[in-house]
C-alpha cells in the first residue's frame, strides 16, 4: 500500500476527509489538510489532534519513515483537487491555473459552476469557460470576509 493510499484510509475511517498531502522534498515532513463538510465551524485543534495521535501509531506500524507530521484544517483559501470538491463548492469564487493555455490563457478568477461532463465550468468576466479537470493544475477557493 502506497503512503497516499495508506493515509486515505486511515483518515477517512476517522470520519474525516484528506482534502491534500504535501511532502518536503525528502520526505521529512508529511503536511496533511483535513476536512469535515457536515461539521459547522470546520475543523478545530481536536480533530487535527486525533487524526495525528492516530496518524503516528499507523505509520510506526507500517514503518513509515518521516521526521514531523503536520495536520491542518484546509483554510479558508482551501485547494480544490477532486471532483467532488469542484461540485461541493459550486457557487463560490476561485482561482484556477491551468497546465496548458486555452486560448493563451492560463489564470482564471471567476464563478464556480459545478462540473458538467468531466469539465469544470466556470463563469470569468469574458463569460462561461469549460476547462478539463486533467488540465487543471491548481485551484484554490478565494476567501471572503465580511
Known amino acids: 500500500m502506497d503512503l497516499h493510499e495508506l493515509l486515505e484510509k486511515t483518515v477517512t475511517g476517522l470520519g474525516f476527509e484528506l ?12 503536511r496533511l489538510f483535513i476536512d469535515k463538510p457536515e461539521k459547522e465551524g470546520g475543523i478545530d485543534v481536536e480533530d487535527c489532534a486525533t ?3 492516530h496518524l503516528t501509531r499507523v505509520l510506526a506500524v507500517e514503518n513509515v519513515d518521516y521526521d514531523r507530521l503536520e495536520v491542518s484544517s484546509p483554510g ?12 461541493r463548492f459550486a457557487g463560490s469564487e476561485v482561482n484556477l491555473r491551468l497546465r496548458l493555455p486555452l486560448a ?5 478568477n ?9 469539465k469544470v465550468c466556470l463563469t470569468i468576466d469574458t463569460g462561461d469557460v469549460e476547462l478539463e479537470l486533467s488540465n487543471v493544475d491548481k485551484a ?5 470576509f465580511d
Not at 19 to 29: F, H
Not at 104 to 108: A, D
Not at 140 to 144: A, E, T, Y
Open 140 to 144: 484554490r477557493l478565494v476567501p471572503k
Open 19 to 30: 482534502v491534500d498531502v504535501e511532502q518536503s522534498p525528502r520526505g521529512r515532513v508529511l
Open 51 to 53: 487524526v495525528s495521535n
Open 76 to 87: 479558508l483559501d482551501r485547494v480544490l483537487k477532486k471532483l467532488a470538491d469542484f461540485e
Open 104 to 108: 493563451g490563457r492560463r489564470n482564471f
Open 110 to 118: 471567476g464563478i464556480l459552476q459545478g462540473v458538467r461532463d468531466g
